[in-house]
């Protein structure tokens, strides 16, 4: 039953557009951090998928509970802060109210996530606050600078990010792991931002290009954040190409949100 | 029931530091934008309180319910934003995680109010528009400089005016009244944004001084919000000073406020 929802939300297959060579630069990216890695988890059995034992699943690499849910935790309320912003700059009315939905959403997500840690026995604060710095940085960088490209911003990273947690969920304990299902899966991103962008881009097609670009700086970022997030043991690092498949379907789904907005991934 | 709730919240006195002159300040500010003013509605007698004959009583001066719910639900939002605001620029996770709360709460206010306009047949978004301007205005000029004037405005703002429209709604009806009472009573101002401003004060004495300047500023600057949302009749116009006990109760709450972090109001 899980594994069915969860496959149902996990994308069949890559786009056509010169996916393997983006994957291979994020991968690339990767590369350089892999100085900054935890230790890893021993697991006789990924949870997550049928993926070929000569690959890593996401699952595998997923760090213990604690950590996993302290940088889910205060990931997610950075996605808030962010959507706050884009209710607070909103140039009308009716954008801030179809936001506040949004970041309700979000809300509810974060305030999950520390009841996840609260039931464990762990502290939610001092869970998160490693993972203060790192998401900050990052945040600031992909804030936005109008209110479309915080839209963008409330689009996309949302969307990787809670794809991206769902399945590192896979490597925590089935009840966990099923937990973490219900609350991250559904899409944050309203269907609000994907009609107001595609009117706003259908009036002025400049804009296009210049969200497009945004697009491709946010899922760099996004993904470089998702990649310190796993336990990537470096003296048995796997061969980073063995990692591909788990981006590329993170890549897969960024390329239909972008596609929803006429935009090029 | 609903009368003895409210009554418990209505301060009995006001406080002994000179507020008649300040309500007479604030008064006076009032009178120089009376030529703003709304079309009044009659009322046989007053729902709010037992105030004397000879004075105004808040009810009175209820908009119709679209423009009062309008006001209120797009000043609830502007709250969120303000706290939002806070969260995003929280120097530390636990003050974070804190506000987040604050500010889950507000939006519950505020999709409250939101329900209340769909309830009664009004579009929410084409209900808060005329309110828009003048609150963006208004939310500038107290967002407040660093993370303390933040936790100020949340405190002190969130408190004078959810106080004022629960009072406000006394001029609906009985229904909505208490609808209005159950929604906006519950204190937005967390426990926490008390304690981190007192034990900041007690480190550094000085901000005491200038926290208690903003807090004027603060309730100066909402008081006239507030009065722009009264429905009083230009031609009628009722002596200014009969408007006092409905303004010296929300100060003496204000004041209250104030004693809790330690500051003079």
């Given at each position: ?9 996990v ?26 890695v ?11 998928g049928n ?30 802060t ?17 936001l ?29 606050e490693?993972?203060?710095s ?33 399945r ?8 966990e ?28 097609p ?7 670009l ?11 954040m ?37 935009l090029?991934a």
């Open positions: 039953m899980l594994r069915g929802r969860r496959a149902a939300s994308p069949q297959r890559a786009d056509s557009r010169g996916l393997t060579g983006r994957v291979n630069l994020v991968v690339s990216f990767f590369r350089r951090r892999s100085s900054n935890e230790l890893p988890r021993v697991r006789a059995r990924s949870r997550v993926q070929s034992v000569n690959r890593v699943s996401l699952g595998e690499l997923t760090p213990e509970a604690r950590s996993f849910l302290g940088r889910a935790a205060y990931v997610q309320l950075s996605i808030f962010a959507v706050a912003h884009a209710v607070a700059t909103a140039p009308h009315t009716r954008g801030k109210n179809a506040s939905r949004v970041a309700q959403l979000s809300l509810h997500k974060y305030e999950g996530l520390v009841a996840e840690l609260i039931r464990l026995g762990h502290d939610p604060v001092s869970a998160m490693p993972f203060e790192s998401t900050d940085r990052y945040q600031q960088i992909v804030l936005g600078k109008d209110w479309y490209e915080c839209l963008v911003t409330s689009y996309v990273t949302a969307g990787l990010l809670d794809d991206f947690f769902v590192l969920s896979g490597g925590l304990s089935d009840e792991n099923s937990r973490i299902f219900d609350l991250l899966s559904p899409d944050t991103a309203s269907q609000f931002i994907v009609t107001e962008l595609r009117s706003a881009i259908d009036a002025n400049r804009l296009a290009s210049r969200l497009a945004w697009g491709r700086r946010l899922v760099g970022d996004t993904l470089l998702a990649r310190s997030a796993l336990v990537v043991p470096e003296d048995t690092a796997p061969d980073e190409t063995r990692l591909e498949p788990v981006f590329t379907d993170l890549i897969a789904a960024h390329t239909r949100r972008m596609d929803a907005l006429g090029t």
